[in-house]
Each structure stands twice: as structure tokens, then as C-alpha cells.
């Protein structure tokens, strides 16, 4: 089956600053790369997504880039704020099921200090 | 994700115990799941259904029993058998290949 491997595990970075984290994937077969935002206590809110057809997606100041020959995805934020400090999973989907469902990476905690 | 409803928001089981977890959508959508998060881990797919009357166990089914009797609901059994159910307990839905989840449970067991 799927497997999601997510890296770091925590990230803490000054206001300002980029953050970075990056999943890789084990089926290649694999076409849909969502990444979820959850704060303490909440559910995870979609931010993001990529299809398998497409190698960079952007939305202000968060961007995903989909490498499929080497089976890795990465979420970028930019300009960081202390609103983004919260968890982030990376999920892929489980083919052949066209249904939704997916597979979560074990998540990064990432902290935005003033 | 505000179609997705959980209840309740938290709640206690004594050692034994059953509890049934509600899970509400009026989103129209025809896949729903039930995952489990511990605290620092990911999400772990316990059930799932893609349509009524017909569901799938996930990676962590044991312990658990679910049903799908109408299209928008999709309760979560927690039966005595799972040995270890405290956890927070998150529904989702999909439309199309989009993902909701709901608010969550929190169940800790006494």
C-alpha cells in the first residue's frame, strides 16, 4: 500500500523567514497531493493541493512542487507569520481508489517566533 | 467543511463501555471516513464507506464497528474490545477528490 514520509518532524522559524517540508510517496501510481493546516484542538483545513499533471502550484504565499520521478512533494510558505504556526500533514491518494481516500504523512509542527 | 458535523465534542467512557460517535454531512457527498489521531501522530484510517449500506475497514478497524444506513450519516462505534480508545476521533467527507473533516471528538476513557 501507499506509504507518506514526512519531514521534519518540527520546524521553528523566525517571522519572515521560509519553511519548508517535504513528503515523499511509495506508489507511483499515486495522483492527487493535498496538504492539510491544523491548529491545536481543530480540524485540518485544506490548504492546498497538486494533481499529478502538474509540477508547481501557488496560492499568495504558499506553493507546492510535485517531483514525480522522484516521488516527492513539498509545501513552501513564504514570508512567514505567527498565524501559520500550527501542525501540517501531507497526504497522497491511494490508488486505484477514486473515492478520496488518502494517506497522511505524520505531520510537522512548525512555530513562527516574533 | 462547515456541512460536516461531529458529537459530541467530547466524552467519557468508562472502562467496558460502548460509545457511538455521530457523524452528520449535508455536503451530498458519497464518501465518508472515520480517522484517529493521537496526540503527535497522524491521521489513521479506521473506516471508511463510499457509499450506503456498504463500508470498508481502514489500517486500525479493530475495535470499532461502523454503519451507513442514509447517505449524510455515518456513526463510529468504539466497542470494549479497543483497548486503548483515547484519542480524538476526526469524520471526514469527499467531494470529488476534496476532503472535509468535521470538528472532532475527543474521547478519553476513564
Known amino acids: 500500500g501507499e506509504n507518506v514520509e514526512q519531514h521534519p518532524s518540527t520546524l521553528s522559524v523566525q517571522e519572515g523567514d521560509s519553511a519548508v517540508i517535504k513528503c515523499t510517496y511509495s506508489?507511483?501510481?499515486?495522483?492527487?497531493f493535498p496538504w492539510y493546516k491544523q491548529e491545536l484542538g481543530k480540524r485540518p483545513q485544506l490548504i492546498i493541493d497538486?494533481?499529478?499533471?502538474?509540477g508547481e502550484k501557488k496560492d499568495q504565499r504558499i506553493a507546492v512542487t510535485l517531483n514525480k520521478t522522484a516521488k516527492h512533494f513539498s509545501l513552501h510558505i513564504t514570508e512567514t507569520q505567527p498565524e501559520d504556526s500550527a501542525v501540517y500533514f501531507c497526504?497522497?491518494?491511494?490508488?486505484?481508489?477514486?473515492?478520496?481516500?488518502?494517506?497522511f504523512g505524520a505531520g510537522t509542527q512548525v512555530v513562527v517566533t516574533p | 467543511d462547515g456541512g460536516i458535523t461531529q458529537s459530541p465534542k467530547y466524552l467519557f467512557r468508562k472502562e467496558g463501555q460502548n460509545v457511538t460517535l455521530s457523524c452528520e454531512q449535508n455536503?451530498?457527498?458519497?464518501?465518508m471516513y472515520w480517522y484517529r489521531q493521537d496526540p503527535g501522530q497522524g491521521l489513521r484510517l479506521i473506516y471508511y464507506?463510499?457509499?450506503?449500506?456498504?463500508?470498508q475497514k481502514g489500517d486500525i478497524a479493530e475495535g470499532y464497528s461502523v454503519s451507513r444506513e442514509k447517505k449524510e450519516s455515518f456513526p463510529l462505534t468504539v466497542t470494549s474490545a479497543q483497548k486503548n480508545p483515547t484519542a480524538f476521533y476526526l469524520c471526514?467527507?469527499?467531494?470529488?477528490?476534496?476532503?472535509?473533516f468535521g470538528p472532532g471528538t475527543r474521547l478519553t476513557v476513564l
Open positions: 471526514a467527507s469527499t467531494g470529488g477528490r476534496l476532503q472535509f
Open positions: 506508489d507511483s501510481a499515486s495522483n492527487y
Open positions: 497538486i494533481r499529478s499533471n502538474v
Open positions: 497526504a497522497a491518494s491511494i490508488p486505484p481508489d477514486s473515492w478520496g481516500k488518502l494517506q
Open positions: 455536503l451530498n457527498h458519497d464518501a
Open positions: 464507506s463510499q457509499i450506503v449500506n456498504d463500508f
